[in-house]
């Protein structure tokens, strides 16, 4: 397993993306899917949701060489999606941002062949307290030019990937709601399950 990046990550509106090109169309990203939380209709990008609007969250990306072992309790929103990368490195990108972190899928960090299709887990925690502006904090007991709440969210994320033994020409697996907490959460599922499908190609 090597972790790829652990640190703050800034969100606006909700989001982050893992793209090595265009960032992707939040509908297509998630049409046709079970889950709204990762985003995985577009090729060669995830569309990822947190609870916490705008502010900088805990996030860990993770890339193993096998399916790694169910993740623990404390995760309490757990989705899985199929991705086909178009590059061996793509980038943690934030809204409104440049990249702000490489990802080398290959330990070689580079493309040394077909590359194959991975699958992605992605997982969260604290996602309804997230969603307050202040994470849980009093505002009446912070300083008014105070704004450190905006580094201390109360949420996580953990995405991991592994290959899936398929290529870019298989069909790929349906994306799977593994795990529901939060009421933040069940909104996203709900309006991505109302999504139209995707066009047949």
């Given at each position: 397993?090597?972790?790829?990046?652990?640190?703050?990550?800034?969100?606006?509106?909700?989001?982050?993306?893992?793209?090595?090109?265009?960032?992707?169309?939040?509908?297509?990203?998630?049409?046709?899917?079970?889950?709204?939380?990762?985003?995985?209709?577009?090729?060669?990008?995830l569309f990822l949701m947190t609870g916490t609007h705008s502010g900088r969250v805990r996030f860990t990306v993770e890339v193993h060489d096998v399916e790694p072992p169910a993740p623990t309790e404390e995760w309490e929103e757990v989705v899985e999606v199929s991705f086909v990368p178009s590059d061996a490195v793509v980038d943690l990108v934030?809204?409104?941002?440049?990249?702000?972190?490489?990802?080398?899928?290959?330990?070689?960090?580079?493309?040394?062949?077909?590359?194959?299709?991975?699958?992605?887990?992605?997982?969260?925690?604290?996602?309804?307290?997230?969603?307050?502006?202040?994470?849980?904090?009093?505002?009446?007991?912070?300083?008014?030019?105070?704004?450190?709440?905006?580094?201390?969210?109360?949420?996580?994320?953990?995405?991991?990937?592994?290959?899936?033994?398929?290529?870019?020409?298989?069909?790929?697996?349906?994306?799977?709601?593994?795990?529901?907490?939060?009421?933040?959460?069940?909104?996203?599922?709900?309006?991505?399950?109302?999504?139209?499908?995707?066009?047949?190609?």
């Amino acid at each position: 397993m090597r972790v790829l990046f652990d640190g703050k990550a800034p969100v606006h509106y909700g989001q982050i993306y893992v793209t090595s090109s265009d960032l992707p169309d939040m509908d297509r990203a998630f049409a046709g899917q079970a889950n709204g939380l990762c985003g995985g209709g577009q090729p060669g990008a995830l569309f990822l949701m947190t609870g916490t609007h705008s502010g900088r969250v805990r996030f860990t990306v993770e890339v193993h060489d096998v399916e790694p072992p169910a993740p623990t309790e404390e995760w309490e929103e757990v989705v899985e999606v199929s991705f086909v990368p178009s590059d061996a490195v793509v980038d943690l990108v934030p809204w409104g941002e440049g990249a702000l972190a490489r990802l080398p899928l290959t330990s070689e960090g580079q493309d040394t062949g077909r590359l194959p299709a991975y699958r992605v887990r992605y997982c969260a925690t604290g996602m309804d307290e997230g969603h307050d502006p202040f994470g849980g904090l009093d505002p009446d007991e912070l300083d008014e030019n105070d704004h450190t709440y905006m580094d201390r969210r109360p949420d996580r994320y953990l995405l991991c990937l592994w290959p899936d033994g398929t290529t870019g020409d298989d069909v790929p697996r349906a994306d799977a709601v593994l795990r529901q907490t939060s009421a933040g959460a069940a909104y996203w599922h709900t309006w991505a399950r109302a999504m139209p499908p995707p066009p047949v190609r």
